[in-house]
């Protein structure tokens, strides 16, 4: 079977792939040989504290959100994956050691999986990946400062219109609960901005 012919959710993943990097047809058929399809249901957990990560996840269908809990059992999102976003736990995947993290379905969701022997051997046998995802884990990093130098320097209501303007296809798919964890402030808190740009526009 020729790569082009995979269809869907193989169609979305080489497309992710191709802005960075050009994969030959008999590339891209032993790309798609390491991953396999996976699913969960709305309210599922994908990973929970404790666990080693066995995988990367790939979003082909719904929305994931990735969480902590702090000691008082306040939950901290740190990103939401919606179709065409990878995530899982990084550290975890990568050292094999237990993830801090949650990983739930906020709906019916799809996605590809990759194992870390798969991954390895995949980055060997395509060597041309390794530049596909050192862009990829930079312009995490590069996002992951970012966030935190806005969590420092601007107030909740910048942080919320930053978070609607980057990400307005997620913004209507999310709780107000959830996007507050994410802007770091209690959903009374965030119902008051909304009401203040409401009456300000």
Request: hydrophobic fraction near 35%; glycine fraction near 4%; proline fraction near 3%.
């Amino acid at each position: 079977m020729e790569a082009h012919s995979q269809g869907y959710p193989y169609d979305m993943i080489l497309n992710n792939i191709a802005r960075f990097v050009d994969l030959a047809d008999e590339e891209k058929d032993l790309f798609v040989s390491f991953w396999k399809k996976g699913s969960a249901k709305r309210k599922e957990y994908v990973l929970e504290p404790g666990g080693i990560t066995k995988y990367e996840y790939f979003v082909t269908k719904g929305c994931l959100k990735v969480y902590s809990l702090d000691p008082s059992g306040g939950e901290h999102v740190n990103m939401f994956a919606i179709e065409d976003y990878w995530t899982g736990d990084l550290a975890s995947f990568t050292l094999q050691q237990p993830s801090t993290y949650f990983i739930k379905a906020l709906e019916d969701s799809e996605f590809l999986t990759i194992t870390k022997d798969n991954f390895e051997r995949m980055l060997r046998e395509i060597p041309k990946l390794e530049r596909f995802y050192r862009i990829l884990y930079r312009n995490s990093l590069v996002n992951y400062i970012k966030r935190t130098n806005e969590g420092i320097s601007l107030t909740a209501e910048e942080r919320y219109e930053i978070f609607l303007s980057t990400y307005p296809q997620i913004a209507n798919r999310i709780t107000q609960k959830d996007l507050a964890a994410y802007l770091g402030i209690t959903p009374e808190f965030l119902s008051m901005i909304r009401s203040k740009i409401t009456k300000r526009s």
